[in-house]
């Protein structure tokens, strides 16, 4: 059962919801520019801004269990944001239905004192297009993958019909993303170059990374867990963790002494 808290502001046509929606999932440099501010995980506590709307309440996934999790939007003279409260004991659900309808907006403001802000960003565009933008990429994050409309708890600044559009849309970015992914793995594997070849041999089990027709991933030789990249345009490699890097000679020369290469550089 989910409800409905207040009025919902937000008042833009589904095919404009559409359009803001898959253009901040193909371009998201707004995300990852040197300007964005991201906390996925709430490490950073504080208290929620006082003007902070409430924009959606629902329960999030993570590893065995299962997370109550409230969204608010905050938007300054220089920022837009997304607060997040996820906790794993409190029954958020339940605290709203034990209040009257018009005192549930308050009754999340109990929440506030142990909010994170998840996403900042630079303010930009209209506050609904900025709003999109952002729930739309924290929603393809770990973090904040709503399961379904199912797990909606409570909408607020938006109502469930928007969820679903919203949702939708992720499917199809996801799809459009699956799709390129094992395009590229396809011309990478046509491709296969010497340095490839030598990390076969080498036992690094190099497979195509899905991100471009020449990037391959490959297990470090560092015997940890973790991976290095492979560049077949230059026949170069590196790992960023190990700070090394090289062409195929160099692979052959970390591959012989591995830990120990590792511990002198």
């Known amino acids: 059962?989910?409800?409905?808290?207040?009025?919902?502001?937000?008042?833009?046509?589904n095919e404009t919801i559409?359009?803001?929606?898959?253009?901040?999932l193909e371009d998201q440099s707004r995300f990852n520019s040197d300007d964005a501010q991201i906390?996925?995980?709430?490490?950073?506590?504080?208290?929620?801004?006082?003007?902070?709307?409430?924009?959606?309440?629902?329960q999030v996934f993570c590893q065995v269990e299962w997370f109550d999790q409230i969204i608010w939007f905050n938007r300054t003279e220089e920022r837009d944001e997304l607060w997040v409260f996820t906790d794993l004991c409190t029954n958020v659900?339940?605290?709203?239905?034990?209040?009257?309808?018009?005192?549930?907006?308050?009754?999340?403001?109990?929440?506030?004192?142990?909010?994170?802000?998840?996403?900042s960003v630079p303010r930009s565009g209209s506050l609904d297009e900025s709003l999109l933008g952002l729930l739309s990429v924290f929603f393809t994050t770990p973090a904040g993958a709503v399961a379904g409309v199912e797990r909606i708890t409570a909408t607020a600044y938006i109502?469930?019909?928007?969820?679903?559009?919203?949702?939708?849309?992720?499917?199809?970015?996801?799809?459009r993303e699956r799709i390129q992914s094992e395009e590229y793995s396809r011309q990478a594997r046509e491709n296969e170059t010497e340095?490839?070849?030598?990390?076969?041999?080498?036992?690094l089990h190099p497979e195509p990374a899905g991100i471009g027709p020449v990037q391959w991933y490959a297990r470090c030789p560092a015997k940890s867990l973790h991976r290095l990249m492979?560049?077949?345009?230059?026949?170069?490699?590196?790992?960023?963790?190990?700070?090394?890097r090289g062409g195929v000679e160099e692979l052959r020369e970390f591959a012989d002494k591995g830990v120990d290469h590792v511990r002198q550089s």
């Open 1 to 13: 059962m989910s409800v409905q808290i207040g009025l919902a502001q937000l008042q833009l046509d």
């Open 18 to 24: 559409v359009r803001i929606t898959n253009a901040a």
């Open 39 to 58: 906390d996925l995980w709430g490490k950073k506590k504080a208290q929620l801004p006082e003007l902070a709307e409430p924009v959606l309440v629902h």
């Open 93 to 119: 659900q339940a605290r709203l239905l034990a209040v009257k309808s018009l005192d549930r907006e308050d009754a999340l403001l109990a929440f506030g004192q142990k909010v994170s802000c998840t996403i």
């Open 159 to 175: 109502n469930k019909t928007h969820v679903r559009t919203l949702l939708s849309c992720i499917d199809g970015y996801r799809e």
């Open 195 to 203: 340095i490839i070849h030598v990390a076969r041999e080498l036992g």
């Open 230 to 244: 492979i560049t077949t345009s230059n026949d170069e490699f590196g790992c960023g963790y190990c700070r090394v």
